[in-house]
């Protein structure tokens, strides 16, 4: 199992940023995906949760109305559109599937919201 976050990058409060998490080494369509977040000095975050087709999403109140979580199933990738950014969104973020039991994680993608 491999999962590659990109997308991450400095954007001024209000701005928007689109990540993306490439998957590979599992059957990427039949499992949900989730996208996590771990600002500094703080505990890891959860964020937003996809089905695995798609027509579930559920979302952290501290991100709803303002993050999109979506995917391709013929990409093997899953996104997380964020707009209206604050400073508080700064913040490594990760993809995660869980397998078999397990979770698997990506390396992660930073994310810092300032002016």
């Known amino acids: 199992v491999q999962l590659v976050e990109s997308g991450g990058g400095l954007v001024q409060p209000g701005g928007s940023l689109r990540l993306s998490c490439a998957a590979s080494g599992f059957t990427f369509s039949s499992y949900a995906m989730s996208w996590f977040r771990r600002a500094p000095g703080k505990e890891r975050e959860w964020i937003a949760v996809i089905a695995s087709a798609g027509s579930n999403k559920n979302y952290a109140d501290s991100v709803k109305g303002r993050f999109t979580i979506s995917r391709d199933n013929a990409k093997n990738t899953v996104y997380l559109q964020m707009n209206s950014l604050k400073p508080e969104d700064t913040a490594v973020y990760y993809c995660?599937?869980?397998?078999?039991?397990?979770?698997?994680w990506g390396q992660g993608t930073q994310v810092t919201v300032s002016s």
């Open positions: 995660k599937v869980v397998r078999q039991g397990l979770p698997y």
